[in-house]
């Protein structure tokens, strides 16, 4: 069964230390990848995809194949970056969210 | 970019009587839009996928009958809680995919709270 695990239901760090949000998948066959976050009051939004393999805001995620995981990673924290964040695999547009993780990060 | 808007952003209906929301792609067309249910502090559970011009494709689990899926057009797809009871009080969330998007990215609405009294 297609499953998404985000193990932290909340992270909480201080501006400037280094951040990583774990997702690990289980999916048949080679799923797209995705990060999505959704900001307080606001709708949900793409952060970034592996396909493309760019940095938004900072964040860079990892795909290791081999331990099916798309950790989610940032070097220095900001305040702006306390929202809630989705890793969403899936193939075809359809998309398979996890239970996503709250990031909060203190001044 | 791409935006998604969402009719109504919030409705209170009585127990029984039906609730049609709708989701509109603004600025893209959609062939693909999908309809998901967020309960409070949960994920987002995928309900089922709305096809422009064809029967929606439903989630195990979700009843085509009470959550009808109508996508008439290349931008407005719309749900209908039919019957609607207290238990089917949530959050609705649509999204759409860019039909030239070769990234299959989804574009979210900014959802639809239902309570059923």
């Known amino acids: 069964a297609q499953r998404v695990t985000q193990p932290e239901k909340l992270l909480s760090v201080f501006k400037g230390a280094p951040v990583e949000l774990k997702c690990n998948y289980s999916?048949?066959?080679?799923?797209?990848l995705f990060w999505y976050v959704q900001y307080s009051r606001q709708r949900l939004q793409l952060l970034l995809r592996?396909?493309s393999r760019e940095s938004i805001k900072g964040f860079t995620a990892d795909l290791n194949k081999g331990e099916t995981s798309f950790h989610l990673k940032k070097p220095f924290a900001q305040e702006e970056d306390s929202a809630m964040y989705y890793c969403?695999?899936?193939?075809?547009?359809?998309?398979?969210f996890g239970q996503g993780t709250t990031l909060q990060v203190k001044p | 970019g791409a935006v998604v808007s969402q009719h109504p952003s919030w409705v209170i209906c009585k127990s029984g009587t039906s609730v049609k929301i709708e989701c509109r792609s603004l600025d893209f067309q959609a062939t693909t839009m999908f309809w998901y249910r967020q309960f409070p502090k949960q994920s987002l559970m995928l309900m089922a996928t709305s096809n422009e011009g064809s029967k929606a494709t439903y989630e195990q689990g979700v009843e085509k009958d009470k959550f009808l899926i109508n996508h008439a057009s290349l931008t407005l797809s719309t749900l209908t809680v039919t019957s609607a009871h207290p238990e089917d009080s949530s959050f609705y969330i649509c999204?759409?995919?860019?039909?030239?998007?070769?990234?299959?990215?989804?574009?979210f609405g900014p959802g639809t709270r239902l309570t059923v009294l």
């Open positions: 592996h396909i």
């Open positions: 999916y048949s066959g080679s799923p797209e």
């Open positions: 999204s759409a995919r860019d039909s030239t998007d070769p990234y299959n990215e989804q574009f």
């Open positions: 969403a695999p899936g193939n075809t547009g359809k998309l398979i």
